[in-house]
């Protein structure tokens, strides 16, 4: 596989099998990126903690562009996220990933193109197949190898955040078809196609969303279950990065 990077949300601070990693800070067009430079066997290999190395990003603060931008300037080709979401899928459960395959963009705030009509012009691109479908192919056949539970489609529809949704928020996102929930996938998914760079997004069940689970949500709920995902992440990863 061409260059890879893997960009880390809640729970995921450290790739955990990449060898050498170094710390690194670039300067880009949108302001700095941080990332880690690191090894398996003979390649290099990216690693980007969305939040930052300890959490102190909060969904709606980070900056998007900058990381893409980074990315895009280390020649990376090809990007598997994580995203750590609620569910409004019954059949999705805590401990589970999601292949997510479309999105609904909730967001507000965020500098969300590249294409803002100054230095890259305006641009309007097609979004019917938002994510990278060789890159899920290969995904899906890693979980396969694993036995990993990995739902192949899914609906990710992104919220403002830093807070958790109402249960109203959350009915009225179900009957739009979502599956599940989270705070970060965009622009970064976006972004990404703009950049031209092969992006694929493994969401990981934490909680079902408010008022289909009876009990308030916590932050510590989410970080708990992410450990657990965190290993299933390792066995994938393991595998796209030795192809
Ligand atoms: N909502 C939004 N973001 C999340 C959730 C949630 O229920 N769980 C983990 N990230």
Not at 49 to 74: E, Q, S
Not at 146 to 162: A, N, V
Not at 231 to 242: C, D, H, N
Request: hydrophobic content about 35%; charged content about 20%.
């Amino acid at each position: 596989m061409s260059k890879l990077a893997f960009i880390g949300g809640t729970g995921v601070y450290d790739p955990g099998i990449l060898t050498d990693l170094h710390s690194e800070i670039i300067d880009t067009p949108y302001g700095k990126a941080s990332y880690e430079s690191g090894r398996f066997g003979d390649k290099e290999i990216i690693f980007l903690a969305r939040h930052g190395v300890h959490h102190t990003i909060p969904p709606h603060k980070i900056n998007y562009r900058a990381n893409i931008y980074a990315l895009k300037m280390l020649d990376v080709k090809a990007v598997v996220s994580t995203t750590a979401v609620g569910s409004l899928n019954p059949d999705y459960k805590a401990g589970e990933l999601v292949l997510v395959d479309q999105f609904i963009d909730m967001t507000k705030s965020r500098e969300g193109t590249f294409y803002d009509g100054e230095h890259y012009g305006v641009a309007h691109l097609d979004m019917t197949h938002p994510y990278c479908e060789t890159l899920r192919q290969a995904i899906i056949r890693a979980a396969e190898e694993e036995h990993i539970t990995l739902h192949p489609h899914g609906t990710y529809i992104c919220t403002e955040g830093p807070r958790f949704e109402t249960p109203a928020e959350i009915k009225a996102y179900r009957q739009w078809g979502a599956d599940v929930v989270g705070m970060t996938n965009l622009p970064e998914c976006v972004l990404a196609r703009e950049a031209e760079i092969c992006y694929s997004t493994i969401s990981m069940v934490t909680n079902f969303a408010a008022g289909i689970s009876d009990t308030p949500l916590s932050h510590r709920e989410v970080v708990d279950c992410m450990n657990h995902n965190l290993e299933s992440f390792k066995k994938i990863i393991t595998i796209l990065s030795r192809t």
